[in-house]
């Protein structure tokens, strides 16, 4: 993968996690409503945790470790393919710090702020547009029972960017509640999952001296 490939992925995903989520009701849900309203509580449950921590990989070797802390805090490392670079990024509130270990280019950190300052992480049930979700079969993730709910959604990914089909596959823990693994692909492609762990993690996340 090409180095800017590789850093336009990791910003979108960035920006993702920062952008301003839509109003519920401009939500269309079709298919299984209960099924929506399960899922819609194991994320409001995720994000009433003082912390927890997302491992995305995707096929071709990308992967990011995102530590969070529901509503304004996170930070993030991503690692490129072939361990040809990575790139850190952390937010709090409206402040953020990034910095890349990419050869020839410079490793100091990027101090930044936002002019809105979205909440952490978005939910994917306050998204704009319709979706059509359906009950999978229970099943297990390495010797956990789990949930399976299978959605689709019809939405503009970033910007000006042409509506896309992303499609997500997640798994939520039959005992807790909580997600265990989500599997999402946009418009037939780049699928990436995302497995959830350290439940309630108190992680302590603070700029670098050089943005302090």
């Known amino acids: ?53 997302m491992k995305m990989t995707t096929p071709n070797g990308m992967q990011m470790t995102i530590d969070m802390v529901p509503l304004d805090t996170m930070h ?27 050869p020839g280019m410079s490793s100091k950190w990027q101090c930044g702020r936002m002019a809105v300052a979205p909440s952490l992480p978005p939910d994917p049930t306050d998204l704009q547009g319709t979706v059509d979700i359906s009950r999978g079969p229970d099943t ?19 910007g000006p960017a042409p509506q896309r089909l992303v499609k997500t596959t997640l798994s939520v823990n039959a005992q807790t509640g909580f997600p265990v693994r989500s599997v999402t692909g946009v418009g037939g492609k780049s699928t990436m999952t995302t497995d959830y762990s350290d439940y309630g993690a108190k992680f302590v996340i603070t700029l670098p001296a050089a943005c302090g």
């Open 76 to 102: 993030m490392i991503s690692q490129m393919p072939g361990g040809r670079g990575s790139m850190e990024i952390v937010r709090i509130g409206s402040r953020t710090a990034t910095r890349m270990d990419i």
């Open 140 to 158: 297990q993730i390495a010797g956990t029972p789990v949930h399976t709910y299978t959605y689709t959604v019809t939405h503009t990914v970033m």
């Open 1 to 53: 993968m090409k180095i800017r490939t590789w850093l336009f992925r990791i910003l979108a995903i960035a920006m993702a996690l920062g952008i301003a989520t839509a109003p519920a009701l401009a939500m269309t849900v079709k298919g299984d409503r209960a099924a929506w309203g399960e899922m819609a509580a194991a994320y409001k449950k995720l994000n009433s945790l003082s912390g927890y921590r």
